[in-house]
Structures are given as structure tokens and as C-alpha cells.
């Protein structure tokens, strides 16, 4: 069974931000685990993204919504101890 998790486990995005209430699994059930930009219809949107990719696109989207450098600099580097990135 799939856990409850307060951050989508690929790119860190609070899921209570997730305008779809988190990603879609197969079985057209809510994720507990991913987000919707992440995770729909059971596979990620992007399933060839590298954990270094996934970082840049956090800290562009981090400073596209205004915040400061530092700290989308701070927020991506926890990217790699996500479920996804694990097993990389």
C-alpha cells in the first residue's frame, strides 16, 4: 500500500499545493506519493528525467514564483533523498 506523504516523492512540491489533489495511479485513484505534474495514469510525465534535471526544473520553477535563489537552491537539494530518485 501506498503511504502518505506531506511532499510529492519526485519533485518535492507540497501536495496540498496540487491543484489535481496529487497524481493519478493506474486504477484512476488520487496519489498519495506524487504529484499531478509529476504522476498521471500510473507513470511519470517525464519518465526519462535524471535527479539533475529535476533539481534545475525546481529551482527555475522556485524563481519563476519569485522566490529567492538561495532557496531553491536549498529545496532542490533534498530532491535526491525522494522515492524516486532512491533507487538511482
Known amino acids: 500500500m501506498e503511504g502518505i506523504y506531506k511532499n510529492c516523492q519526485s519533485c518535492g512540491m507540497p501536495l496540498s499545493k496540487d491543484p489535481l489533489g496529487g497524481g493519478i495511479n493506474a486504477d484512476g485513484t488520487t496519489s498519495g506519493k506524487y504529484c499531478s505534474r509529476c504522476f498521471i ?36 537539494r533534498s530532491i535526491p533523498k525522494l522515492e524516486r530518485w532512491k533507487v538511482q
Request: hydrophobic share 45%; no cysteine; proline share 11%.
Open 41 to 76: 495514469d500510473g507513470r511519470f510525465t517525464k519518465p526519462d528525467m535524471t535527479v539533475a534535471e529535476m533539481q534545475a526544473l525546481v529551482k527555475e520553477k522556485l524563481r519563476d514564483l519569485g522566490f529567492p535563489p538561495p532557496m531553491g537552491w536549498f529545496l532542490a
